[in-house]
T-cell receptor, first 113, second 112 residues
Framework: KAGVTQTPRYLIKTRGQQVTLSCSPISGHRSVSWYQQTPGQGLQFLFEYFSETQRNKGNFPGRFSGRQFSNSRSEMNVSTLELGDSALYLC????????????FGEGSWLTVV | EDQVTQSPEALRLQEGESSSLNCSYTVSGLRGLFWYRQDPGKGPEFLFTLYSAGEEKEKERLKATLTKKESFLHITAPKPEDSATYLCAVLTGSGNTGKLIFGQGTTLQVKP
């Protein structure tokens, strides 16, 4: 059974640009959540989607947004990139929302220069 | 404020030297506690879920326990391949608006 797949794995962007990251959940999983991981802040929750609806949102500025498609695949977008957005962005999937065990993908490494 | 604290931040062990990692939490309502292992450059790998005080789970050399205030991850006779960062996360909140709060992790190094 394939795990959570994230693309791209590595990317470099310039300050002010925007970026879109993609996530394909484990087959049968309908909930997708996104996390930002940095050495200083650790793992921080961005948002969670279930049935194409955002169920929960962390404390991040509006530049961070996401969406989920009918096939449960999800994308997250960061606009007007700042140097501090450099991080590992992790997608996780679970069978249902909030309460089920979540399984992580390998992450997308974003470097903003 | 909900908080999850892991200790120690880093731990060095000799192969075969058993030890425990701690995850203490202060949350409004615990719905579950999760342990993950993360290798450098990779996403966290799920290890255990614990739901109530007194619960224990085991997998190979790892054993997780839960009390009302903390969880322990016991590592028995560790091997170098157990070297990784171990993360705990607490699920709090209610209904479909639960929130998963992660600790900062404990980085374990096991020397041969």
């Amino acid at each position: 059974k394939a795990g959570v797949t994230q693309t791209p794995r590595y990317l470099i962007k310039t300050r002010g640009q925007q970026v879109t990251l993609s996530c394909s959940p484990i087959s049968g999983h309908r909930s997708v959540s996104w996390y930002q991981q940095t050495p200083g802040q650790g793992l921080q929750f961005l948002f969670e989607y279930f049935s194409e609806t955002q169920r929960n949102k962390g404390n991040f500025p509006g530049r961070f947004s996401g969406r989920q498609f009918s096939n449960s695949r999800s994308e997250m977008n960061v606009s007007t990139l700042e140097l501090g957005d450099s991080a590992l962005y992790l997608c996780a999937s679970s069978l249902g929302p909030s309460g089920n065990t979540i399984y992580f993908g390998e992450g997308s490494w974003l470097t903003v220069v | 404020e909900d908080q999850v604290t892991q200790s120690p931040e880093a731990l060095r062990l000799q192969e075969g030297e058993s030890s425990s990692l701690n995850c203490s939490y202060t949350v409004s309502g615990l719905r579950g506690l999760f342990w993950y292992r993360q290798d450098p450059g990779k996403g966290p790998e799920f290890l255990f879920t614990l739901y109530s005080a007194g619960e224990e789970k085991e997998k190979e050399r790892l054993k997780a326990t839960l009390t009302k205030k903390e969880s322990f991850l016991h590592i028995t006779a560790p091997k170098p391949e157990d070297s990784a960062t171990y993360l705990c996360a607490v699920l709090t909140g209610s209904g479909n608006t639960g929130k998963l709060i992660f600790g900062q992790g404990t980085t374990l190094q096991v020397k041969p």
